[in-house]
């Protein structure tokens, strides 16, 4: 099994999680036959490994709620909504602004263009 996470999540590596992760959705391969999801409920990191702590996944049967993984193990986060709308209304912003100078230097070559006759 290979998973890549989805369109809606942002590859980063462990090493790179801190505390402002803390309470985020996250998903990871822990090993070859399984996929996590939980939400990260504590994070402590070494050089080598970053140790995991997930809330509401422990107290099944087969369920672990601590993983570590190596840091350069890509765990998947969700994408923060706002800041995804963010960036796509300065986008949709920017293409309007585009449409609107090009309509506006359509006009004034019309209007020399009438002027020159």
């Known amino acids: 099994m290979s998973y890549n996470g989805s369109p809606s999540e942002k590859a980063v590596p462990a090493g790179e999680l801190d505390r402002r ?13 399984t996929v996590v999801f939980g939400t990260i409920a504590g994070i402590a990191r070494t050089e080598a490994q970053v140790y ?8 099944g049967t ?8 190596p840091n350069s193990q890509e765990v998947y ?10 960036k ?9 602004k585009d449409k609107l100078d ?3 230097k359509n006009l004034r070559d019309r209007d020399q263009a009438k002027d020159s006759e």
């Open 21 to 33: 992760h803390v309470g985020q959705s996250v998903s990871f391969q822990a090993n070859d036959f």
């Open 52 to 59: 995991l702590s997930l809330a509401g996944v422990g107290g």
């Open 62 to 69: 087969h369920l672990k709620d601590e993983y570590d993984l």
């Open 77 to 86: 986060l969700q994408l923060d909504p706002l800041s995804s709308a963010e």
């Open 88 to 96: 796509g209304f300065s986008e949709a912003a920017s293409r309007i």
């Open 102 to 104: 090009e309509l506006g």
